[in-house]
């Protein structure tokens, strides 16, 4: 979920490459492990729940 807040608050004030770079890297997050609670910055690894919906928020920066 704070991706999505982060996101949506680098496009608002004029950060667009950033933003792309923060959806890129959580789309990759999530194509690794799968929807998760939480990764690592790192690594992209996944950890927590299994399935967990605040990864899909994804969808609405797309």
């Keep these: 979920m704070n ?3 982060l996101f949506h608050a ?7 490459d950033h ?7 959580l789309c ?7 929807f998760r609670e939480y990764y690592n910055p790192f690594s992209g ?3 927590g ?3 967990f919906t605040w990864s899909g928020l994804v969808i609405d920066m797309v």
């Design 3 to 5: 991706n999505w807040f």
């Design 10 to 16: 680098l496009k608002r004030c004029g950060y667009e």
């Design 19 to 25: 933003a792309k770079n923060l959806r890129r890297s």
């Design 28 to 34: 990759c997050a999530i194509e690794r492990s799968g």
């Design 45 to 47: 690894e996944g950890y």
């Design 49 to 51: 729940a299994r399935k």
